[in-house]
């Protein structure tokens, strides 16, 4: 095997570890993972907003819950006063009736109002634990998309290992200087040092070096060095 040709090898090797990083980098699990937690994030936020209100429902309900009590105490002190026997002045009797009468009516506004909050009160519970329940989901949906790309990375990084072995492996066999002529190739193109030629056209752009040229390097045994004038890759013909 020529230089060049083992050099094609390592350029092959350096194009899948290349082609390894990237699949790491775009694992379809980590756009899936971003849309995730920012659903969790929206989540969240509702969830917090849902608790306020049901936070703010229970003070007011506890609120309501005293004012009734303390209406209802009212009710039955007018009401015990009346039928107590110990008053006798008709205009003190019909005041104290006017006042329970009124007592009473305020007593129903409160006690109807309790049982509209308590029903406001049982909805935002329902949609607290709604909100809770959606979470958790995401929460667990975070947890299994993170050890899937964990798991993917592992795989892939094994792979890399395995491929940067024979990578090392191909490069100790070339002239040191040939690597870093290639090395240097690949910098400056975007990982391509080293590229076939196929009849005039160069694999590496895809685009035809002259005719008499190819025909030279196709013809060429002595591993000379010839580079593709428009992207600057090695050209190797096997
Ligand atoms: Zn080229």
Request: proline share 2%; charged share 30%; hydrophobic share 40%.
């Amino acid at each position: 095997m020529t230089d060049l040709v083992a050099l094609f090898e390592l350029q092959e090797h350096d194009s899948a570890i290349a082609a390894l990083s990237s699949q790491r980098v775009h694992l379809p699990g980590r756009a899936e993972l971003d849309g995730v937690l920012r659903s969790g994030q929206i989540a969240h936020e509702q969830l917090g907003a849902v608790r306020g209100r049901r936070d703010e429902l229970h003070r007011s309900l506890k609120l309501l819950d005293d004012q009734t009590h303390t209406a209802a105490a009212k009710v039955k002190a007018v009401n015990d006063r009346l039928y107590s026997g110990k008053v006798t002045a008709t205009r003190e009797l019909q005041d104290l009736q006017a006042d329970l009468d009124n007592s009473e009516r305020h007593l129903g506004e409160l006690e109807d109002r309790e049982i509209e909050l308590m029903v406001e009160v049982e909805q935002v519970d329902a949609e607290v634990i709604a909100a809770e329940t959606i979470l958790a989901d995401l929460a667990k949906n975070v947890e299994t998309l993170r050890g899937s790309i964990a798991q993917s990375e592992v795989e892939i990084d094994n792979q890399i290992s395995a491929i940067g072995l024979l990578r090392t492996e191909s490069a100790r066999t070339l002239p040191p200087e040939l690597v870093a002529d290639y090395e240097r190739r690949r910098e400056l193109n975007r990982g391509v040092g080293a590229a076939l030629l196929i009849g005039n056209t160069c694999q590496g752009c895809r685009l035809t070096i002259p005719a008499v040229e190819a025909s030279e390097l196709h013809a060429d045994k002595s591993g000379q060095v010839f580079s593709c004038d428009n992207c600057g890759a090695i050209l190797v013909v096997r």
